[in-house]
């Protein structure tokens, strides 16, 4: 009870899945039981459960080690952050905490799913002006070679070339979700095409987040509070010769603003 208690009264929560590519994660409904697992362990109070650890009234629960990166040149690692609000310092934490947690100096390739302004649409707008503190932030990473390439998510024809024209740092990639169609847009695939940028595909749900999904990784746990997302990352581990998942795992931020502190 003594740590329900904890939690409850704490303004934010990290919860690290560990590496989740061998308990076939395949969707966000079983994402979110691991991280719920993984919380439900830590109050359990075992000493063998997963350590937490606390600075000020921020808790990290840590769900365990990713793979063991043992020559870093091999590796490729990738990440996919989702963020709920156009905040830099957001982006900032999200970016310092994998970095720790995959005890890495820089990371491949970092792609930013903003929040969605038409979540009934496969693509969003973006005016630049709306992401540029976010993108600069990002921008800094690569300027201090923690992160080598930048991209984004499901970025319209005229959104990719509104950021494209106005970044100092350029994107390399568009992560697209194609599941209602089959191919993008003439006008986007045409920028993209002119000016080398990747069009990758994804299948992950427009609204990554929705408040079902942080009562789940809170449900029956007894933790109170006003829980809200600040941001979902996902990171991917692939040894390159041979093109092998090695590693795929989860951080997730929740905030807590009315807790007493």
Request: aromatic share 8%; with cysteine.
């Amino acid at each position: 009870m003594e740590r329900v208690k904890l939690l409850s009264a704490s303004n934010s929560l990290t919860i690290h899945s560990g590496n989740v590519l061998y308990n076939l994660v395949m969707s966000m409904d079983e994402i979110c039981a691991s991280l719920c697992g993984n919380v439900k362990a830590w109050l359990i109070e075992n000493g063998n459960q997963p350590v937490c650890q606390s600075k000020k009234s921020s808790l990290f629960i840590d769900g365990g080690s990713p793979y063991e990166i043992e020559n870093r040149d091999d590796v490729k690692i990738t990440l996919k952050v989702f963020l709920q609000e156009f905040d830099p310092l957001i982006l900032q934490e999200a970016l310092d905490t994998a970095l720790g947690v995959l005890k890495t100096s820089h990371i491949d390739s970092v792609l930013l799913s903003f929040p969605p302004n038409n979540p009934d649409s496969n693509f969003q707008q973006f005016k630049f002006s709306t992401i540029e503190a976010v993108w600069k932030k990002l921008e800094s990473y690569v300027e201090k070679h923690a992160v080598n390439k930048i991209g984004v998510c499901d970025f319209d024809g005229t959104s990719l070339q509104d950021l494209f024209t106005n970044a100092k740092i350029k994107p390399t990639t568009n992560q697209i979700n194609l599941v209602q169609c089959c191919t993008p847009p003439d006008d986007l695939a045409a920028f993209a095409a002119e000016n080398e940028v990747m069009l990758l595909t994804h299948s992950d749900p427009t609204v990554i987040l929705p408040p079902k999904t942080v009562q789940c990784i809170l449900s029956d746990t007894g933790v109170t509070g006003d829980w809200r997302p600040s941001y979902l990352l996902r990171y991917t581990c692939v040894v390159k010769l041979r093109e092998i998942v090695k590693c795929r795992g989860y951080l997730v931020k929740l905030s807590n603003p009315q807790a007493s502190t």
